[in-house]
């Protein structure tokens, strides 16, 4: 923890010791490559070795890329511990390992100094000294330039100084364990299949329903109208005259409904047809 008189000198070293440590990856990369070569000369198992140190080269290249600033929104979704948000720990760490990587390679035979020579030989372990004491230098530096209390982490030192803007709730959001920031988990809402979403009913999930129908006055005006259609001067009756509504004999019956044929005529039982 520092104070934040401290943050304008922290950004001042923290920003040369990522220039130190860019000079110190490429020097690494340089490494893996003329030990490539003359594993690939002088070694019958040559491919094991040659793609053991073509992944060191890879990998001091992906650190010198993230030192770099380039792709500050691809590290942060997908490399995380590399971030703005993170501090310097995973990168002392990968330091520290690929230095001892470097400097275990030099007990073989075809990256002795007899067969590097002493001024390649000198560049190799050169390379693996500086990248582990530079990585522990990183991790020092993640803890000695880091504020707690306000989360704020040596990489955001590094990039804004003493212009970073303060949490003003002044809880601690940093981790000390891995230098980063823990962030609250964002809640999730359930999220309902599409099996759910049917309806046993035939109704379909989420029901959509039509927001409020305005009140129009002059909608309902022209329910009132009894204007003719064929003639607007003409006004229909008001519906209070229908005979429907008057009692009395204002409203005729339907006639009655003649009988049948066969009603018509008597019929003689006792008469015979002759």
């Known amino acids: 923890m520092f104070s934040e008189s401290k943050m304008g000198p922290g950004y001042i ?3 040369i010791l990522r220039f130190f440590n860019i000079i110190v990856l490429f020097l690494l990369v340089v490494a893996s490559w003329i030990m490539l070569v003359m594993t690939v000369k002088t070694s019958n198992f040559f491919f094991f070795d040659g793609a053991a140190h073509f992944v060191i080269s890879a990998l001091g290249i992906f650190l010198i890329v993230s030192e770099s600033g380039f792709f500050k929104k691809w590290f942060a ?9 993170s501090g310097f720990v995973a990168l002392g760490i990968s330091m520290i390992c690929l230095g001892f990587i470097t400097l275990g390679n030099l007990n073989k035979v075809a990256t002795s100094v007899e067969n590097l020579g002493l001024p390649m030989w000198r560049v190799v372990i050169s390379s693996g000294i500086l990248n582990s004491l530079f990585g522990l230098f990183n991790i020092i530096a993640t803890y000695v330039f880091c504020d707690s209390k306000l989360g704020i982490t040596g990489r955001q030192v590094r990039a804004e100084g003493a212009a970073i803007p303060k949490d003003p709730s002044g809880k601690s959001a940093f981790s000390v364990s891995s230098g980063s920031i823990r962030r609250p988990a964002t809640p999730v809402l359930p999220s309902y299949s599409e099996d759910r979403r049917k309806s046993k009913f035939g109704m379909k999930w989420p ?3 039509s927001r409020p129908v305005v009140q129009d006055p002059e909608r309902f005006n022209a ?3 009894r204007s003719s259609p064929v003639i607007p001067e003409i006004q229909r009756p008001s519906t209070s005259l229908h005979p429907a509504y008057k009692g009395g004999d204002s409203y005729l019956a339907p006639p009655p409904v003649p009988a049948p044929a066969s009603s018509r005529y008597s019929e003689v039982s006792n008469m015979t047809r002759f």
């Not at 979704?77 to 948000?85: G, H, I, L, M, Y």
Request: charged letters at 20%; a negative charge; aromatic letters at 16%.
């Open 77 to 85: 979704r997908c490399w995380p511990s590399f971030c703005d948000e």
């Open 207 to 209: 029901i959509s329903i």
């Open 13 to 15: 070293t923290l920003n």
């Open 223 to 225: 329910w009132n109208d």
